[in-house]
């Protein structure tokens, strides 16, 4: 029986691509052991036991960013929570580590090298983060989600993603998303989203601007946010959610996206092949910007900057498209050409051929 830990964790980015691949190990062989490590302040000390995987845990230790008394404290700290998983290999016989970014990742690397196990590392945005650039030096495969990510020795794998979307077939289930919408599935439907919390600034373009789309022979999703107040008109053809828990659907009805260019978004809308218009969020270190590039270069996307996007922007940029079907259908071919919906299998072969390779 191989046991296998996969590391990560903090933010959805790390713990999605986690789940898909210990999803993945599990499919392909229900005797393997798939354990996760990741801290107990993180998203994955929920979503990882709903899931049904053990989660083993390390203490978060954040790499100091400038010279204080955290900064102080950081070699003790993060020599003790290396010394946590290397107990945690050595106890549970793990056979191979994974690592996918995070607080949790970088100690296992280094428990990994000195316990002489086999590590690789995944990498879902197009600017690495610090654990994993340190991680890529010694690891026996790393693996990115998008072209042009600067780590060492990295091969493009894709994101492992969610079985629904990667088993989406969306022509066979738009008539039940559009049902399920409330909408014609014979007109085209534009989707707008702005992740879990929602996007401020998208939902104020909307506001001064969904008639411009209705107008142009569209029907809209609006996905406005769980915090939002955005005022749903209640109007035929335009529908407003907070919150929508079947994603695949709304992919499925959608001809066009706009939306937020977060690694995982990027990656599953090229991996359906919808044509998109992103706008990146504008806090953070730009590398929402950077995961689109790839789309944007293979001419499957455009961006519109964030302070950029508003309901002029609507109409002068995205009303423009939505009425110019030749050029979305080059979207939609050039999405397909950059999309990977392969993701996790393609990490699972990194994996085997570390394990080959020890």
Known sequence: ??????????????????????????????????LVLGTKEGLEARLVPQRGYELLTVDKVPFPRRPNKAA?????????????????IRANSVDVVIGFGGYAAAPAYVAARKAGVPFIVHEANARPGLANVLGAR?????????????????????????????ELDRAAQRAEAADFFGLDPAKPTLLVFGGSLGA???????????????????????ITGEKSEYVDPKV?????????????????????????????TVSEISALGLPAIYVPYAVGNGEQRLNAASAVEAGA????????????????????????????????????????RTGTENVITM???ALSGR
């Not at 102080?72 to 945690?88: M, S, Y």
């Not at 495969?141 to 060492?152: M, Q, R, S």
Request: aromatic share 6%.
């Open 72 to 88: 102080l404290a950081f070699p003790t700290r993060f020599r003790k929570a290396v010394a946590q998983v290397r107990e945690h």
């Open 138 to 166: 010694r690891a026996a495969g790393v693996g990115v989600a998008f072209a042009g990510t600067p780590l060492k020795g990295s091969d493009v794998v894709g994101m492992p993603l969610r079985r629904e979307v990667v």
């Open 236 to 264: 035929e053809g335009y529908v407003v959610r907070r919150y929508v828990d079947r994603m695949d659907l709304a992919f499925a009805v959608a001809d066009m996206v706009v939306s937020r260019s977060g690694a995982a």
């Open 200 to 222: 401020q600034r998208l939902n104020e373009a909307l506001e001064g601007s969904w008639e411009d789309i209705l107008d142009a022979g569209w029907q809209l999703i609006h």
């Open 301 to 340: 996307a455009l961006i519109i900057g964030n302070a950029d996007f508003t309901g002029d922007a609507v109409r002068d940029d995205v009303v423009p498209l939505l009425r110019d079907a030749e050029r979305r259908r080059g979207m939609e071919h050039a999405a397909v050409s950059v999309g990977i």
């Open 351 to 353: 994996i085997d051929e």
């Open 1 to 34: 029986m191989t046991t296998y830990l996969l590391a990560g964790g903090g933010t959805a980015g790390h713990v999605n691509p986690l789940l898909a691949v210990a999803d993945g190990l599990r499919a392909r062989d229900d005797s393997a052991n798939v």
